[in-house]
Nanobody, 119 residues
């Protein structure tokens, strides 16, 4: 069993910052890419940022230069530092972790944490 627990969401004013964390627990081996996705009301889930096991990062154009993804492999944890937040960043943010088994990769998702950007 693999469990992902997200934390750090909340209400913030435009221009503010939040830091999301996602810790994976359980039988963790073959830890691959880790990432953050978000889903706003009435919209599809979209990639925000992801980071490979080697540290290569990829960002959605809408968050480049504002968000930073990082990971701590010793803690099986991925972070998302969000700066200069905008109302359009309001969404439920989900963590995704890929574990690579002999049979192939498998995705695990967290339950999500709500980020609300509003004055």
């Amino acid at each position: 069993q693999v469990h992902l627990v997200e934390s750090g969401g909340g209400l913030v004013q435009p221009g503010g910052s939040l830091r999301l964390s996602c810790a994976a627990s359980g039988i963790i081996f073959g830890l691959g890419a880790m990432g953050w996705y978000r889903q706003a009301p009435g919209k599809e889930r979209e990639l925000v940022a992801r980071i490979t096991n080697g540290g290569t990062t990829d960002y959605a154009d809408s968050v480049k230069d504002r968000f930073t993804i990082s990971r701590d492999n010793t803690k099986n944890t991925v972070y998302l530092q969000m700066n200069m937040l905008k109302p359009e960043d309001t969404a439920v943010y989900y963590c995704k972790v890929v574990l690579v088994y002999r049979s192939g990769p498998m995705d695990y998702w967290g339950k999500g944490t709500l980020v609300t950007v509003s004055s």
